[in-house]
C-alpha cells in the first residue's frame, strides 16, 4: 500500500475516533430511525435516474462512436463506482477504462481521454458556483484556499485539454512533438495511444456535444440537490436549497482529500463543518450527514454489484453460444 493510501486510512480513522468521542451514536441512531419514509421511499429511483443521466452524459464525448451501446457504458461506469468505493486511490477509474474499452473494443487511452474530460467538466461548474458561495456564506480561510486551489488547477487542466483537442494532432505529427516521437524505442505504440487519447478529449471543441453535456451537467446537479433535500426532508432539518448546494460544494472539497475507500470520515467531518457554518449543529447535522453519505454509497455499490454480476453472466452466456457454434461448424 502507497503512503498517500495509508495516509488517507489514518485520517479517516483518526475522523472516525474524533466523531466516536464527538457525537452520542445512540442519539444518532434514534435520529436515523426516526426519518419519514414518505421521503426516503423516493430516494432509490431519484439515484437511479441520475446515474443514468450521467451515463449518458458520459455517452456524449464518444461522438466517434455512433453505435455506443448504453449498457456498456452504464455498467461499465457503474462497475467503476463499485470499485472506488471498495479500492484505495480512486482505482475504480481504471476499473472504468477497462471495462468499457473491452465491452465496445475502444482504445484504453481513448475511454481515459473521456473521463478526463468529465473530471475537468465537473471542476469547471464548480468554479462557476464558488464565486457566489463565497459571497453568501461564511467560508472560512481553509474552504476559500481549497477552493482557489481547485479552481487554478481545473483551469489549468481545462486550458491544457482544450490546446491538446485543437492542436494535438498537429504537434504529434509535426514539429517537436514527431522528433520527441522519433528518438522513442516504441514509436508506433506510443504514436497509437496518443492519437487514442487525442480522440477522447475532441468532443471539448465540438459546439453540439458542449451543448449536450452542458444540459446534462445542469441536470446532474439538480439531482444532487434533491437528493440532499430529500434526506433533509426525511430527517426534518430546516435547510434552503442554496445552503444545501453549500454543504454540497463543501462535501465535494473534502472528498479531494486522502481517505479510505468511499471516503469514510473525511465526508463525514466536511458535512458537519459545512453544517456548522450555517447553524446546523449537533447530532443532527451528523444524521444528516451519515445519512447522505450512506444513500449515496449504496445507491452506487448495489447498482454496481448487479452490473458486475450481470456483465459476468451476459460473457458467460456469450462463450457458451459461441461453443456451440464451433462444434456445429465441426
Known amino acids: 500500500m502507497k503512503f498517500k493510501d495509508l495516509l488517507g486510512v489514518g ?3 483518526a475522523v472516525l475516533i474524533w466523531l466516536a468521542f464527538t457525537y452520542d451514536f ?29 451515463a449518458m452524459r458520459w455517452r456524449e464525448l464518444f461522438f466517434m462512436s455512433s453505435a455506443m451501446r448504453f449498457w456498456s457504458v452504464f455498467s461499465s461506469m457503474m462497475v467503476g463506482y463499485l470499485f ?3 479500492l484505495p486511490a480512486r482505482a475504480g477509474e481504471l476499473v472504468r477504462v477497462y471495462a468499457l474499452g473491452k465491452k465496445e473494443s475502444l482504445s ?16 469547471l461548474v464548480i468554479i462557476l458556483l464558488l464565486p457566489a458561495m463565497i459571497f453568501y456564506f461564511p467560508f472560512p480561510e481553509w474552504v476559500k484556499g481549497a477552493g482557489w486551489t481547485v479552481a487554478v488547477v481545473a483551469v489549468c487542466a481545462s486550458v491544457a485539454l482544450a490546446l491538446m ?18 528518438k522513442q524505442p516504441h514509436m508506433d505504440r506510443i504514436r497509437l ?5 487525442l480522440s477522447g478529449i475532441k468532443g471539448l471543441v465540438k459546439g453540439e456535444i458542449i451543448f449536450k453535456y452542458t444540459m446534462y451537467t445542469v441536470l446532474l446537479w439538480g439531482f444532487e440537490l434533491a437528493i440532499a433535500a430529500l434526506v433533509a426532508a426525511a430527517l426534518d432539518i430546516q435547510i434552503s436549497t442554496g445552503e444545501l448546494l453549500f454543504v454540497i460544494l463543501v462535501i465535494v472539497f473534502g472528498t479531494t482529500v486522502p481517505s479510505s475507500p468511499g471516503y469514510l470520515g473525511t465526508f463525514e467531518l ?11 449543529e449537533g447530532v443532527g447535522a451528523l444524521s444528516f450527514v451519515v445519512m447522505l453519505h450512506a444513500v449515496i454509497f449504496l445507491g452506487s455499490t448495489i447498482p454496481g454489484v ?25
Open 165 to 182: 483537442a485543437l492542436f494535438g494532432d498537429r504537434v504529434m505529427k509535426t514539429g517537436i512533438g514527431k522528433r520527441l516521437l522519433e
Open 270 to 280: 466536511f458535512g458537519v463543518t459545512a453544517l456548522s457554518l450555517i447553524g446546523i
Open 84 to 86: 472506488n468505493n471498495v
Open 26 to 54: 445512540s442519539e444518532l441512531w434514534t435520529a436515523l430511525q426516526g426519518a419519514d419514509l414518505f421521503y426516503v421511499v423516493p430516494l432509490p429511483f431519484v439515484i437511479a435516474v441520475s446515474f443514468v443521466v450521467r
Open 11 to 13: 485520517l479517516s480513522c
Open 193 to 197: 495511444a496518443g492519437d487514442s487519447f
Open 306 to 330: 448487479f452490473c458486475l454480476t450481470a456483465d459476468r453472466f451476459i460473457s458467460h452466456s456469450y462463450s457458451k453460444v459461441n461453443l456451440k457454434q464451433a462444434l456445429k461448424e465441426k
Open 108 to 123: 484504453k487511452s481513448a475511454v481515459l481521454g473521456t473521463i478526463l474530460v468529465e473530471k475537468v467538466v465537473d471542476l
